[in-house]
Structure formats: C-alpha cells, structure tokens
C-alpha cells in the first residue's frame, strides 16, 4: 500500500540524516591511542587528549591538503541533498498517492549517495585509522540507499497518482482537486413480470354520469376509478 511505503520511507530518511549528521558533526573520522595520549580528528577539526587534558584545533588551516577540503564540501552537498530529501519524504507520507514526490525523494537521495561516497572515498585514500564517525556516516550512505529504493518501489507502484489497476482521470470540478473519483454503478432494472401492478397513467373522460377519473394501464395491472 502506498501508506506502508511512505512511512517506510519516512522511517529510512529520518534515520539516514540523523546519522549524517553526527558523522558530519563528530571529530572521531580518525583515531589514534599510544598509551594515554589519544589523538582524533574529523573534517572540521581534531584534537589531542593527554591525561584527560583535551586540547582541540580546526582541521583545516591554509596550509591544509586540497582533500580535506574537499571532503567537506561533499560532505556539505550530501548533507543538503539529504536535509531536502527528508522534507520531501515528510510530504509524500501526508500525500503518499503523488508519484512526483515518490521520484523527488529517489533522485535527492540518490545524488547525496553520490556525493556522501565520493567524501568517504577521498577520506578512506588519504588517511588512515578511520574511526566512528567514519563509519557512521557510512550507515548514513546505506540509509541513503534504502531511501532511493523505497522511493521508487513507491513511485512504479503508482500510476498518475493513484494505486495501480484503478484508472485516473480529470477531477470534473478542476484539476487542483486531483483525480476524479471512481464511477458508481447502479445496478440494472429487473423487467416488470405479467401480472405484477403497475402504476396508473390517470386521465379524465366524460361517462354517463358526467366526468370522471380513469386509469390508461392495461386489463392485468389496471386499476379504474
């Protein structure tokens, strides 16, 4: 049913950005222990804890590798496209029968898919000891995924906004108020069997005692007056 489908989608996406963005958010991308110094950073910025002392700095200094930076802007564009995507969702399980949504929804998550593989990819080649949030933000990109195929489950189980085997047609008051409702069939007439009484056509005739009232039904349903 296109609810269940819509909710499911609601559902992957809602869990899909939020992992986003604590990947987007933490530093722990790398980590590195020897003894009681720990080091980890993100794309934002790192930080150094010694004896329980946490120093932190930005990640990104003028003298930083192009790749970093990188890193960030496709981190930025998949979160937007995954920020969009969810609203979009959030629409769709309100109105889960517009098949425009269900591809609006697949084409935004698929394309931050895109862009959210291209920044692990550039992360994971050139440093090393990924840590937590690099894999959070992996799930994040599998949860894209889940969203894009839920979305065009949806949208190839639809036809012109409405579920599929029933047909669509122009609303006969305009086409802001969608499709038009299915026809209702009346059941057909049964003939009227001999004999059965039928209701009387009523004329006025002149007879022997002046004017009077009669009926123009035949012998067998008749009724004079």
Known sequence: MPESTSCSAVVAATFAVLLFAI???????TLIEVGTAKTFSGIWYGCAS???????EESVTPSSPDWIRAVQ??????MLLGLAGFIVTIVWGCRPYRRALAWAIFALFL?????????????????ANESYSFFVSAAGCLLYFITAIIAVIG??????????????????????????????????RKPEA????????????????????????????????
């Open 23 to 29: 990947a987007f958010s933490t530093p722990f991308w």
């Open 50 to 56: 010694v004896d329980g002392a946490v120093t932190c």
């Open 73 to 78: 802007v496709l981190q930025i564009l998949a």
């Open 111 to 127: 394309i931050g898919l895109f862009f959210g593989i291209a920044s692990l990819g550039t992360f994971a080649a050139n440093a």
């Open 155 to 188: 949208a190839c189980n639809m036809n012109d906004n409405r579920v599929s085997g029933i047909p669509s047609q122009p609303h006969p008051l305009g086409p802001s108020l969608g499709p038009a409702p299915p026809p209702i069939e009346s059941a057909p």
């Open 194 to 225: 001999d004999g059965q009484m039928k209701y009387p056509s009523w004329v006025y005739s002149w007879g022997p005692q002046g004017p009077q009232l009669e009926s123009n039904t035949s012998k067998s349903g008749g009724v004079t007056g």
